[in-house]
């Protein structure tokens, strides 16, 4: 299943890319880049921007800094859950703090999402 997107937000997608905060960074080149399930960096998806997207396991992974815990950071939060989970994906959200001090158990909490999503072993879970 192929999901629609709002090709205007590709190019701010792209700058996303480019520009990955210090905690997308670390979790992207020392975790999500070398997995067994192909993980795409922020992938546009209806008229959202994913921090991180498993087509295999219907899987996003948001990262949330001080921004997502405003008031309108939260209500953002909830409406694009809302949108996403609508289309039949599943949504995990880990804190810059998880990256930066629990890093082991977010690379754990995301291997066993993907495997409750396809059901294939993968590197870390036996």
């Not at 959202?48 to 295999?56: E, G, L, P, S, T």
């Not at 405003?70 to 998880?98: C, V």
Request: net charge neutral; charged share 30%.
């Amino acid at each position: 299943m192929s999901l629609n997107y709002d090709k205007t937000l590709i190019p701010y997608a792209k700058k996303l890319r480019r520009e990955m905060t210090r905690q997308e960074k670390h979790l992207w080149y020392d975790f999500l880049s070398g997995y067994p399930v192909r993980f795409q960096r922020q992938k546009t998806i209806d008229r959202f921007i994913a921090d991180f997207y498993c087509h295999k396991a219907k899987l996003i992974i948001e990262l949330d800094d001080s921004r997502n815990y405003t008031a309108h950071g939260t209500e953002y939060n909830d409406e694009k859950t809302a949108a996403l989970t609508d289309l039949g994906l599943r949504i995990i959200r880990f804190s810059s703090f998880d990256i930066d001090k629990n890093f082991d158990a977010v690379c754990w909490a995301i291997d066993a999402a993907v495997l409750s999503g396809t059901g294939t072993p993968t590197a870390l879970l036996p």
